[in-house]
């Protein structure tokens, strides 16, 4: 059975920062690219993030580009979130994700798939984010 268990929200005041982590168990974690998405209340879920396998290439949603920095240990079967300069806009449920099983699973989807929900397969139950002064 596959898990993904998020850790690393919290509160934090604007300016701040934050590093969340994805630990995955239940799959061969290095074949599978990640992604981060999040979900702000009355609001639809939206991609923030996602890196290829071997972490040679991420991407970012406009909103966190600059500010946000994804990366992995596939030794440790851990992806994690770096966020910085957090804005209350960035407040939200932040959730991780793996690729669904396929030929391709190890890349991030092209543009403009990239954070189409349904092409990701496995998801962690969430982690709160809050940024408020």
């Known amino acids: 059975e596959v898990h993904l268990v998020e850790s690393g929200g919290g509160l934090v005041q604007p300016g701040g920062s934050l590093r969340l982590s994805c630990t995955v168990s239940?799959?061969?974690?290095?074949?599978?690219?990640m992604a981060w998405f999040r979900q702000a209340p009355g609001k639809e879920r939206e991609g923030v993030s996602c890196?290829?396998?071997?972490?040679?290439?991420?991407y970012y949603q406009d909103s966190v580009k600059g500010r946000f920095t994804v990366s992995r240990s596939n030794s440790e079967n851990t992806v994690y979130l770096q966020m910085d300069s957090l804005k209350p806009e960035d407040t939200a449920v932040y959730y991780c994700a793996a690729a669904a099983p396929g030929h391709s699973k190890s890349e991030c989807p092209f543009a403009p798939d990239t954070f189409r929900s349904d092409l990701y397969a496995y998801w962690g139950q969430g982690a709160q984010v809050t940024v408020s002064s």
């Open positions: 890196i290829t396998w071997n972490s040679l290439r991420s």
């Open positions: 239940g799959l061969i974690f290095d074949d599978y690219a």
